[in-house]
């Protein structure tokens, strides 16, 4: 008991019957019921129980190929076979909360939910629902967002063609969140995917407020001082991003005055702090620390509460809950990406003989990387080295070991208690807030202080791939390196075919004509980059071509259902203009 | 057209001993669909009557005559029997040496710098190697002609647009075809296919063409562009679906041969209206080796005699203005006009590409009250508004030969019209004023138009400008706005020919003043017996028949603008106002009607309604019922003739000899008797018509007259006399004793045949116990 949570309570039951497994016989774990430990207890059980006709109704297509035995057998669901057999990734909850051994009564409930779906599975005939591919194409489509920077802004010449963003939410709501903007006072374009974890709440800020941390950390002191004035004279304020949103993109309102005053007082500190002399901003230094101000910022707020009640629970809602952040800063042949979690980033490079590569231009915050196991058994007493992490998860509990809000793995036991019992009622009734984590000794134990590398253009890097580990868990880098470089080429990737002089017939030419229209088809169908990863992450069978079948059962999933299949995947595709980087290289 | 080139290119071997590759295979045309046999069916009557053999058979005869065909997925097909085959340059070869025989010379390798104009009449043509001088110029360079129209001084718009066209031929089958194969033409597989030289050669309108050329940097020399054995995928697919034996024949080559294509599908031939002696044959959209020959001559014709022999207005390059030269329109229409050569062509369809080119200010207005629209000469015009409540079939699935979905939006807006009130935007008519300091203008107005004009200001006159024979030009409706200015009404599509014809016959130096109106006017026709009231409420001044008689023009404030011209007419024959409103006032005077109108019930009302009630009006309309060929009397308008108008005018003699000799057609309504509207197919246009059994003409135009519960068909009554074929004297007598029938895709209908309009049947009442609460709502 306690491995994990999602291992006995009931959903998991409902994975196994689906698995087409694979013969590893290590425990393959899915992505957990819910990101968070504590529902489980006050929403899991009736939620499940109440949805369960529907659901099953669904899964029969899906387990109408499975072996009897094979159910009985290993428990192991891999949609993402490649991945999860040959690495030692596990993909599943970001954040455990292991339950007190009274709830162990959880697992109960599995039997007779198991002799239920026996009795539904031989009781109806497996019936067919699958989307058209319409359908599909509208689920896929619906968060899909394009920028295309103009080539000549009046200042300068754009190193970025445009991007390309989408998010498909496993989560109800999607905890994921995206930005872009384009950087007003500076020059350059800040690109960000945002995962959350026990909420939204977190991402969600995060996504709203950094890029004005960066954009501030990357000022002259001179606009901040004249910003500064403006504020206190009333006057209209320079603009200081350019915002390129998909309408779902949110801001939230009623935080906004707040969010205002904590940046104020950041650019006032930096005003004070420079003395005069002009030196040339590090954009690596103000990435670094516009994160670590902004972590910094939700935690206070959150201390110091708010007396309106809605934003008071709403900072506090921000500091429970975690985000991990992947941001890349482009500024002419200059590419910065400042990462804190385990979302990536990944250049494409095409070679000269036009076949695609993957650079790795982050490194993940979890257990798969040594460094940071290193980093955290050194930042806390040996007497720890066991406990800080198991079961590759931080404190046994957290997936990602850099994160920002988390308070839970900030703050000391005194103050979380403090804050927790002088805050609202909502936060005393929830179970997870309330709990501490175990062996939890010498906090900070988290930090969102970002990694961040450098890379200089060079005119054979096309595109860069931002994505949470939703893509990532599913697909591997080089596929989707050589997925995107194939889609942005487009069918100039594919040479014209010729007789010249071949006996050829009609039917063998036939043949091969089809085979190379069902491989662009679904090129053809996106003009989202974007969304194109999305339909191979989800609907990519064993033979890596995209999969009506399985894409319409993987979209039809009920809400509660979706997050054990996937996690929320978000996108951001940016392009480069080889032209422009080629004669900045020329330049120099 | 394709008939005389059929016989023209049998001839040609004969007389020039030059091997054209005629034979005569017959062709075939499948029908997968219900949709696609009717669409057959109807072209199988139209063609029996011009004494072109064809029939509609079977699948299993399909078989039969073709072996190789897989015909589970046919539900029928149409065979041709004397189509033939030629070889193109084969027949190019042979129509250049019968013409040298007979003295043309023919410059090799030379190429056009540009054509030399003097005074608005070709003089000579430049070319690389020297001058020619000539009188007339004939364009047809194909896909080159668009640029060597604009290399004039005076450029010549000749809208058209190249798209890449693919071919497939390959190498013999084991047993090479026989030479006597039927080509087959597989409309629903978008392909066609025929042999040759003991292979075949396939290859089709694919629905997604790529236009080609659109910079305007056309290929120099004719050679063939690449292969895209991608985008020919589908076509193959296509054939072998239907042959699917040919798996193992060989491929020799996929040819990638440019073709032209036009902004509506027909060739575009004719003097240019801005240059004389400037002709021009191009655009075949190809099909140039199956018209080539007839519309060769009908130019030549129309070189010598200054017309042709038949009615080519669809054809006349002065159909277009420069509005449809732009390179991105053109480029956007052919990508729509290729796949529409083997789409289904069912009635009513709209271009869906180059829309919302000319507006009226009221397009906003109207298109968020549901307005569909359709388009003539780049403008939109309301076709229906569909209520808020209701919803109308997608574009596809609401191509239909049966009844439309419309029916009922339609036949409330007729009914408002006969109850109430409507308003219809009709601006797209070309409207023109003639202005002159003396009395030119009415001296050569009087001239150029049949009706007499010498009218007291303020009146209108329907009139005909007619040509020489008699036919109608066009036919429009002149004001005399005051003593020395006249305002003209034409149809949409005459601003270019008309503008054309008035130049050409204006005195070359007089001060008269010919000014194209068009776009400063918007126009709203009131139709309905409450307009009166209406107009008189936003006016305050009485609207009534005694204080505005009929064919009446006043200007007059409407709410608070002022200047606007109401006209006591509607193109419909129903009681109400035309409105020419000066463009700035358009919105308000619309926003006062609408809002005064509704204690009248009024509504917005759009073309079909209009149609609905011309038609069974008998109101006949220049371009689809009557054209250059037809004239006043052949149409029972001898009362908007004026032969004694004490002058002569053009065309006078003409209809003096016919009145005397008697008309050889007569345009008469039919009314369809045993015709079942939802049921049985809907009349179009080019229906046969027989009398007695006996064919006697075509329909040209059709609508349902939701008064008389029936379809009503326009068409021209003919005498074929029995033992010659001569045309003969039709009399009022002959079209009234006589038992008509109309042939819808092979199922005749009895119909009675009027010269005039049913007058009673238009003044019912309706009964009281049908009232419904619903009637006091405003609409």
Known sequence: MGRCCCRCCCPRGLWMLSAPCCDDRRMCVCPGPRRIGIPVRSSSLPLFSDAMPAPTQLFFPL??????????????????????CSSSYIPQSRLRYTPHPAYATFCRPKENWWQ?????????????????????????????????????????????????????????PIEDRRSAATCLQTRGMLLGVFDGHAGCACSQAVSERLFYYIAVSLLPHETLLEIENAVESGRALLPILQWHKHPNDYFSKEASKLYFNSLRT?????????????????????????????????????QVGDPNSFLNYLVLRVAFSGATACVAHVDGVDLHVANTGDSRAMLGVQEEDGSWSAVTLSNDHNAQNERELERLKLEHPKSEAKSVVKQDRL???????????????????????????????????????????????????????????????RPQDKFLVLATDGLWETMHRQDVVRIVGEYLTGMHHQQPIAVGGYKVTLGQMHGLLTERRTKMSSVFEDQNAATHLIRHAVGNNEFGTVDHERLSKMLSLPEELARMYRDDITIIVVQFNSHVVGAYQNQE | MADYSNKLYYQLEQETGIQTGYTRTGSIFLAQTQDRLISLKRINAGLNVIGIPSEII???????????????????????????????????????????????????????????????????VETDKGQIECQYFV?????????????????????????????????????????????????????????????????GFEKNPKPIFTEGKNQLEIQNLQEDWDHFEPLLSSLLRRMPELETLEIMKLVNCPETFTPDMRCIMGESPAVQGYFVLAGMNSAGLSFGGGAGKYLAEWMVHGYPSENVWELDLKRFGALQSSRTFLRHRVMEVMPLMYDLKVPRWDFQTGRQLRTSPLYDRLDAQGARWMEKHGFERPKYFVPPDKDLLALEQSKTFYKPDWFDIVESEVKCCKEAVCVIDMSSFTKFEITSTGDQALEVLQYLFSNDLDVPVGHIVHTGMLNEGGGYENDCSIARLNKRSFFMISPTDQQVHCWAWLKKHMPKDSNLLLEDVTWKYTALNLIGPRAVDVLSELSYAPMTPDHFP??????????????????????????????????????????????????????????YALRSLRIEKFFAFWGQDINNLTTPL???????????????????????????????????????????SDLDLWPWWGEPIYRNGQYVGKTTSSAYSYSLERHVCLGFVHNFSEDTGEEQVVTADFINRGEYEIDIAGYRFQAKAKLYPVASLFTQKRRKDDMELSDLHGK
């Open chain 2, 58 to 124: 079977s699948p299993k005869k399909v078989a039969e005559l073709h072996h190789l065909l897989n015909v589970h997925d046919l539900v029928g097909a149409m065979h041709v029997p004397e189509d033939a085959v030629v070889s193109s340059a084969d027949v190019a070869l042979a129509l250049a040496s019968a013409a040298s025989q007979n003295g043309v010379q023919i410059y090799d390798r030379t190429s056009v710098l540009h054509v030399m104009v003097k005074k608005g009449q070709v003089t000579g």
């Open chain 2, 139 to 203: 364009n047809c360079a194909g896909q080159w002609a668009y640029e060597l129209g604009l290399s004039n001084e005076e450029p010549v718009s000749i809208p058209l647009h190249a798209c890449e066209h693919f071919y497939l031929l390959t190498r013999p089958l084991e047993t090479p075809l026989q030479s006597s194969t039927p080509t087959i033409v597989d409309a629903d597989g978008r392909i066609y296919i025929r042999n040759w030289q003991g292979g075949i050669l396939s290859g």
């Open chain 1, 395 to 457: 404190l046994g509990l957290l997936m990602p070991f850099r994160a920002f809000g988390d308070v839970k793995f900030k703050w000391s036991i005194d103050l979380q208690k403090r804050v927790i019992e002088s805050g609202p009622d909502q936060l005393n009734d929830n179970e997870y807030t309330k709990f501490i984590p175990p062996n939890y000794h010498t906090p900070p134990y988290l930090t969102a202080e970002p990694e961040v590398t450098y890379h200089r253009l």
């Open chain 1, 63 to 84: 387990i109408r190929n499975c072996e009897l035995s094979r159910i009985y057998g290993t428990a192991c669901y891999c949609h993402h076979k490649h991945l999860c």
């Open chain 2, 550 to 607: 009929s064919l009446f023009c006043k200007e007059m404030s409407v709410g608070y603008a002022n200047g606007i011209r109401v006209m006591s007419m509607t193109h419909t024959g129903e009681p109400g106002f035309m409105l020419y409103i000066p463009i700035e006032y358009a919105l308000h005077v619309y926003n006062e009607v609408m809002s005064v109108g509704q204690k009248y019930g009024i509504r917005n009302a759009g073309y």
């Open chain 1, 266 to 302: 950041y650019w006032q500190e930096l005003i004070d702090l420079n003395t005069g002399e002009s030196t040339d901003i590090d954009v690596k230094e103000a990435l670094i620390n516009a994160f670590k101000r902004l972590d910094n910022d939700i935690s206070l707020e959150a």
């Open chain 2, 634 to 676: 052949e149409c029972g308008r001898e009362s908007r003739v004026k032969l004694e108008k004490g002058m002569d005018f053009i065309g006078r003699d003409a209809l003096l000899q016919q009145k005397q000799n008697g008309v050889y057609k007569r345009l008469t309504m039919s009314i369809l008797d045993d015709h079942d």
């Open chain 1, 116 to 172: 239920y779906t026996q009795g539904r599975r031989y009781a109806s005939t497996p019936q067919k629902f699958y989307l058209t591919p319409p359908q599909v194409n509208s689920i896929l489509k619906a968060n899909e967002y394009s920028f295309k920077v103009p080539e000549f802004d009046g200042k300068n010449v754009s190193s970025i063609l445009g991007f390309d963003s989408n998010q498909l939410p496993a989560n109800a």
